[in-house]
């Protein structure tokens, strides 16, 4: 299953961009879905002929600065990926959503999904693009008291607080997990909950996790372009990595799973040995559901049994 990528994945895609298109003219914009501008003034011919000025990251969002102040945005959403191709290159394929001609190369946009999330947007002004700005902390550059403040805003779990992008940003499902892993927070713990001492933790996991990841996906890439950009990664602690044993302490990684999304987490290392409920095995177990890791392996050891 895809994933949306996240502040490292869109922080390497920036700087692989960069080398490739900062000070280059966008020459011309090919779209092929009618689904994915999602704005209509200024048109996006608008654009042609500008050169880019800088990158930047919204959120989740990327964005390209041309020059007479016009903003190209590109939100990946879950599926959307970026590619980058010789000039020219045809962009006819079932998942090509559109390119990007340059004069060194073209960006090829895909989405591997037909739900057709990923979406373009020409903003106009610094205003405009500020509109689509969720307003999430920049984690990297503020201070601790403006983390706790952040964290604290609303009362939500951490899972949930991590994030939401009007809360934090650049944090989606699959950090969070590595970043709740690495604090030995429990994912379903309520943030007002917390005490100053699990603030501090929580905030020094979110910026190392962070940084270690960008850096790490920046060492994968080295000078060519990012082409697998995923979620699931056989390097992570917990998130995707179910059933598997947790690298610190050897427990099996749990998982909470919920509409497209799932919580993975280590019972030993972050709830005290404590298993959250399944929403959809706990509806089909009721008061059968284990409480923790001992009865869970009473259970599959049961089971193993009387299946032989």
């Avoid at 000025?53 to 919204?58: A, D, F, T």
């Avoid at 010789?86 to 959503?97: Q, V």
């Avoid at 601790?144 to 944090?171: C, M, V, W, Y």
Wanted: glycine share 8%; hydrophobic share 40%.
């Amino acid at each position: 299953m895809a994933r949306m990528p996240e502040y490292p994945d869109v922080e390497v895609y920036l700087d692989c961009l960069r080398a490739r298109v900062l000070g280059q003219q966008l020459e011309a914009v090919r779209l092929r879905s009618p689904f994915l501008l999602r704005s209509v003034s200024p048109p996006i011919g608008e654009a042609l002929g500008r050169k880019v000025v800088g990158l930047r990251r919204l959120g989740k969002r990327l964005v390209l600065e041309l020059e007479g102040g016009l903003f190209v945005v590109i939100h990946l959403m879950v599926a959307g990926r970026l590619h980058w191709k010789a000039r020219g290159a045809k962009a006819s394929g079932r998942i090509d959503l559109a390119a990007f001609d340059f004069p060194s190369g073209t960006l090829l946009l895909t989405e591997a999904s037909s739900k057709k999330r990923a979406s373009l947007v020409l903003a106009a002004s610094e205003a405009a693009l500020g509109a689509l700005d969720p307003g999430g902390l920049e984690v990297f550059g503020a201070t601790a008291e403006q983390f706790a403040a952040a964290l604290t805003a609303e009362n939500h779990t951490l899972k949930r607080a991590l994030t939401d992008p009007r809360l934090f940003s650049g944090i989606g499902n699959a950090y969070s997990d590595e970043i709740l892993h690495r604090a030995r927070l429990s994912p379903v713990k309520l943030t007002r909950a917390l005490d100053q001492a699990e603030v501090g933790r929580l905030r020094d996991a979110t910026l190392r996790v962070l940084s270690e990841w960008t850096e790490r996906l920046r060492a994968q890439a080295g000078t060519a372009f990012p082409e697998k950009v995923t979620a699931f990664r056989p390097e992570m602690a917990v998130h995707g990595r179910h059933k598997l044993p947790c690298p610190d302490c050897g427990a099996p990684v749990q998982r909470i799973a919920y509409a497209e999304n799932e919580t993975n987490y280590c019972a030993h290392c972050q709830t005290g040995g404590k298993l959250l409920a399944d929403r959809s095995l706990s509806r089909l177990l009721k008061d059968d559901w284990p409480k923790n890791l001992d009865e869970l392996e009473d259970r599959l050891s049961a089971a193993k049994r009387r299946q032989a």
